[in-house]
């Protein structure tokens, strides 16, 4: 295993070090665990961390940067090294930890490898020919199942330019137990949350954080993004928030780009309801700003980029806010 089940500094902020929990219960922290990497003793599949009283309807969730590797499954990459770099989010949660202790907001962040199960995607999702002994299948002609095999499903198989990560295919009961294990209790958590957070402001923001790898510019940009704000073209939130967030954006004199390359996939799809006043946002940060040359470990700019983002949040968590009030005036009006 890479880290420990709640890796620093996401580990002492929620106190799981005995001499940090008491920072924790001071600063008023409320903590919650779920799920399984791969049994009990590899750790929680996530973790929640949230003030008892929010200054902000804001989740923040990052569910791409796990690094709980169970033996079986390093002894199944052909190039663990290669995989886990490319596959994870590297070191995303180090910024949502950063953020959500900034501006008060909750923060879930997922354990499970993305090679292991990408909770991006639905738990149809999969590629059934890398499943050994499958008792279902996705039809063949489906936009999903076309998707998955191309190696982007719900169990990553390939990477572009270096083919398949596994040495052998995954039975049936270890699919099913992944998705018992991880991808339910993650959703159902964070569905569950949103709820609340919504009950009690009128409004919640969902931020699904990510990273990309550094982006080219495109004909018309001086500087490639680095930052992509995806609302699936609309559809998972109100339009004030995605303005706010460019307005702002601007301001700090980061490039940006709205929903390409990445518009947003099954979390925003899943969770999002803005009708009813649950709002998301997919925001993809470039590797390049806070990591290292090798895109591996965080670099001296983190801060900065933390600092950054927090400011994105609190504009945007007051303008939820806002929202809120207004559902709540129409309500009365009713």
């Not at 001499?19 to 008023?28: L, V, Y």
């Not at 699904?208 to 998972?236: C, K, N, T, Y």
């Not at 590797?287 to 895109?295: E, G, I, V």
Request: proline share 7%; net charge neutral.
């Amino acid at each position: 295993m890479d880290s420990p089940p709640n890796s620093d500094p996401l580990r002492k902020w929620s106190g799981e070090d005995r001499a940090s929990s008491d920072i924790a219960e001071r600063a008023g922290l409320i903590s919650a665990k779920g799920g399984s990497v791969f049994g009990p003793e590899h750790g929680p599949a996530f973790t929640h961390v949230s003030p008892r009283s929010m200054p902000l309807p804001v989740l923040i969730a990052v569910p791409h940067a796990g690094r709980i590797y169970p033996g079986e499954a390093l002894a199944n990459m052909r190039d663990p090294e290669l995989s886990q770099l490319r596959l994870e989010d590297r070191h995303v949660d180090q910024l949502g930890v950063a953020v959500a202790k900034q501006t008060g907001t909750g923060l879930l962040v997922a354990h499970a490898p993305r090679a292991m199960l990408d909770l991006n995607r639905s738990k149809d999702d999969v590629d059934w020919d890398m499943v050994a002994d499958a008792k279902r299948h996705m039809p063949r002609h489906s936009a999903t199942n076309r998707r998955a095999r191309s190696g982007l499903g719900l169990v990553p198989r390939r990477l572009p330019g270096f083919g398949e990560i596994w040495r052998n295919r995954l039975s049936q009961e270890e699919l099913d137990a992944r998705i018992d294990n991880i991808h339910r209790p993650y959703h159902a958590f964070l569905g569950r949350e949103l709820e609340r957070i919504r009950s009690e402001w009128g409004a919640a923001l969902l931020i699904d954080l990510h990273s990309m790898p550094p982006l080219r510019a495109q004909s018309g940009q001086e500087r490639a993004p680095q930052v992509v704000l995806g609302d699936r073209f609309g559809a998972s939130c109100h339009g004030n928030l995605i303005a706010r967030a460019f307005r702002h954006l601007e301001t700090e004199a980061c490039p940006c780009a709205h929903n390409r390359p990445y518009s947003g996939g099954y979390v925003l799809d899943r969770h999002a309801s803005p009708s009813r006043g649950i709002h998301a946002i997919q925001v993809e940060v470039c590797r390049a700003t806070y990591l290292d040359d090798r895109l591996a470990e965080p670099s001296a700019n983190l801060p900065r980029v933390a600092r950054m983002l927090a400011a994105l949040v609190r504009e945007l968590g007051a303008e939820t806010a806002r929202l809120g009030r207004g559902s709540e005036f129409a309500q009365a009006a009713e």
